[in-house]
């Protein structure tokens, strides 16, 4: 059984269609994120399971039985958003327990169940403490006890990083993570922030348009994408537009925007004569010289340094070329001519997308 299932969810909003036919089974303890762009349904999607929507079509059933027809509060599902909406007025302790009093558990109960929770987010003894005495992680982590306290089957996580800033996202993107494991508890997590979703998920849904374009592990989004959309959304790639020249067995070469000629893998439906894309991870390429088709020549632009994710850029031609380069290797200097290689199976060639 599942802790989350929706089956052929559809939503829309007069003529237009925010969420269209979207499948997913969420198995129980794991941590799953739908990623997409601002505006492609995700929130809306996640509003729906929560509750606070209700699809057009389709269903979806919490611990196998369906909730849709169930308001917010009959469903065991807890939500934490951006902006936490804890209670300023409160103490941390009074934060958490209010779950617990609108519920009308015995008052004996409610302190122990807080005390056990706030061990358990790596905050003991600290009910007392004011909201506006917290960091921004100890804040995050509180909104998540005041959840967890409910102990609900599914945790829904709206972007709940957003507000933070880039050295708290990252630790707290680790501390999401492990406080997952400890409740053992599902979470589903909404984020157009990728690393966010390779890091912490076992599963991620890439989102476009109202669609699911893919689901799967984050290694296997990254490594063998299902579209263009994917390829180019999850990770880092360098995309050189062009048509698709012709198509022997595996390998298929393809005729680049403002010359050239590249061989790479085929990835969906393409057939020669079609407008393509090719896309190159920057840790693919390599400085140095390559074979035909598996290569091309420029002259280095810049270095952009950033220790393990420092880069190379190459002109080529109309296109910069980003080249993966952690150690600076002075095997190019700023300015001089140089070959990128690759091999042709790391070329993805894809259908080209919409502009």
């Known amino acids: 059984m599942y802790d989350l299932s929706c089956a052929s969810v559809t939503k829309s909003f007069g003529s237009f269609t925010a969420v269209r036919d979207v499948s997913l089974d969420i198995p129980s303890g794991s941590f799953f994120s739908i ?12 509003r ?8 057009t079509s389709g269903d979806i059933a919490i611990k196998g039985q369906s909730v849709v027809t169930l308001p917010p509060n009959k469903r065991n599902v807890k939500m934490v958003f951006q902006h936490l909406a804890l209670f300023p007025m409160m ?4 934060n958490i327990a209010y779950g617990l009093r609108c519920r009308k558990e015995p008052k004996s109960e409610i302190a122990p169940k807080v005390a056990r929770v706030l061990d358990r987010v790596g905050l003991p003894g600290s009910q007392d403490k004011r909201i506006d005495q917290l960091s921004g992680g100890q804040k ?12 609900p089957d599914v945790l829904l996580l709206d972007e709940p990083l957003g507000a933070l800033d880039l050295k708290l996202r990252e630790h707290m993107k680790i501390e999401l993570k492990q406080l997952q494991h400890q409740f053992e508890t599902t979470f589903l997590y909404i984020t157009h922030d990728q690393s966010e979703a390779l890091v912490m998920s076992d599963n991620v849904a890439v989102m476009n348009a109202g669609r699911f374009e893919q689901i799967g592990p984050p290694k296997a989004l990254y490594d063998a994408p299902a579209s263009g959309f994917v390829a180019g ?6 995309v050189l537009p062009g048509r698709l020249a012709e198509v022997k067995g595996d390998e298929a070469r393809v005729e680049v925007e403002g010359g050239g000629t590249v061989i790479g893998r085929v990835a969906d439906a393409s057939k020669p004569g079609d407008a393509v894309e090719v896309f190159l991870r920057p840790e693919a390429l ?3 010289a390559g074979g035909e088709g598996t290569s091309l020549s420029g002259t280095v632009e810049s270095f952009l340094f950033n220790g393990a994710s420092s880069r190379i850029l190459v002109r080529s031609g109309a296109h910069l070329i980003e080249v993966a380069d952690p150690e600076q290797s002075g095997a190019a200097a700023q300015g001089g001519a140089v070959s990128v290689a690759w091999t042709a199976e790391k070329a993805r060639i894809f259908a080209r997308r919409p502009s």
């Open 35 to 46: 990623l997409g762009p601002s505006g492609c349904g995700k929130t809306t999607l996640m």
């Open 233 to 238: 959304f999850v990770g880092d790639s360098n």
């Open 140 to 151: 995050q982590r509180i909104a998540i006890a005041r959840c967890m306290v409910l102990e």
């Open 48 to 55: 729906m399971i929560a509750g606070f929507e209700t699809p």
């Open 286 to 288: 390599r400085i140095g």
């Open 91 to 94: 103490t941390v302790g009074e």
